[in-house]
């Protein structure tokens, strides 16, 4: 390859579209000598002609017919090698590392990154779940561009970007001694069993020091890997668990779950973006921290049972009496979800606005 010169085969191109080697000349702004001269040194390396020179101009042999595909096929490699590479540069195409815990993928970020994507489709995004000090760690040693974590969480020496605040709830199954209440202390559940995710995750964390600050510890009977696997372990009555707001009104809503407002400030948790610096950022990496600093439109819309952040505790849920014989018990209101237990009973998800 490096006995062929882009410059060459796209004198040769001319020479073959304007007929002339003096046509060709002015078009490229180049001496019509320094082209044939070209020419003919090409031709002298190939060893064969490429063109039939006659008093009327010029005419492609067969080797230059083929010398003539080839060398359209690699301008136009080369064109499109350009723009992709233009593209990397003004960032509107690239691989983004993100790493995230497990809130924020439960919550806004699929939205956000769909439409972040949707913007620059040439991007794409490589995404990582775990927990936040492995997130840290993560983007400290380079494994990540971007993280997304629990603010709770330390991160020295690295830059922090304000990303969204979430509400931690109390998660109690069906039947419980506590769910009859409206709302709840983290001091009263310290005497019940819990269901955790992970060691060192940034909810285990807040509930571990708030349990320190009260005297007590926390008792964890069951750990999972997942939002999905603690709601469920509840359920069955293995515990009670501390959840974001969110999660629990999104998908992950179960009949036979109880959800009580904490009435403890570090109730509200804020989750930040964490990268090592932002002028070493690529530049398709700082259009989506541009992007995710934005205020998001579904931070508070899809959460009807839960309290504003900066509100009194206001989420209850909580089952309802099973109707008389003979007749069904209709309740109005607001926001209520309903749903049967495992005896056939009908249960509802009750809100106090506050």
Request: a neutral charge.
């Amino acid at each position: 390859m490096h006995r062929y010169d882009l410059l060459t085969l796209e004198l040769f191109i001319a020479v073959v579209e304007e007929q002339s080697i003096a046509a060709a000349g002015e078009r490229a702004h180049i001496a019509a000598s320094a082209i044939s001269r070209r020419i003919s040194e090409l031709e002298a390396m190939l060893g064969t002609e490429l063109f039939i020179r006659h008093s009327k101009g010029i005419e492609l042999t067969e080797a230059g017919t083929v010398l003539l595909h080839h060398a359209r096929t690699i301008r136009g490699s080369v064109s499109l090698m350009e723009a992709e590479l233009r593209d990397f540069a003004s960032g509107l195409r690239g691989l983004i590392r993100v790493a995230a815990n497990k809130s924020a993928i439960m919550e806004s970020l699929p939205m956000e990154l769909a439409g972040f994507l949707a913007l620059h489709p040439l991007i794409r995004i490589d995404l990582e779940e775990g927990i936040s000090p492995s997130i840290v760690q993560l983007v400290a040693s380079n494994g990540a561009d971007i993280g997304i974590f629990g603010g709770n969480v330390p991160a020295p020496g690295l830059h922090i970007v304000p990303y969204r605040q979430d509400e931690l709830i109390a998660v109690l199954p069906l039947g419980h001694p506590l769910a009859d209440r409206s709302s709840i202390a983290f001091a009263d559940l310290l005497a019940h069993d819990f269901v955790c995710l992970e060691t060192g995750s940034s909810i285990e964390t807040l509930c571990r020091r708030a349990a320190s600050d009260l005297g007590g510890e926390v008792r964890i009977r069951v750990r999972v890997g997942s939002f999905e696997g603690q709601l469920r372990f509840i359920e069955s009555g293995l515990g009670i668990g501390i959840v974001p707001r969110q999660v629990f009104d999104g998908q992950l809503r179960r009949v036979n779950l109880v959800a009580l407002a904490l009435e403890d400030p570090w109730r509200i948790r804020p989750l930040n973006i964490v990268v090592r610096d932002t002028a070493t950022l690529s530049l398709p990496a700082r259009r989506l921290v541009g992007y995710l600093e934005r205020p998001s439109p579904n931070e508070t819309a899809s959460c009807p049972t839960g309290a504003s952040p900066r509100g009194a505790p206001s989420l209850v849920s909580v089952p309802t009496p099973a109707p008389p014989k003979g007749g069904r018990r209709i309740e109005r209101g607001a926001g209520r979800a309903a749903g049967r237990n495992r005896d056939g009973s009908q249960n509802a998800v009750r809100e106090d606005m506050g």
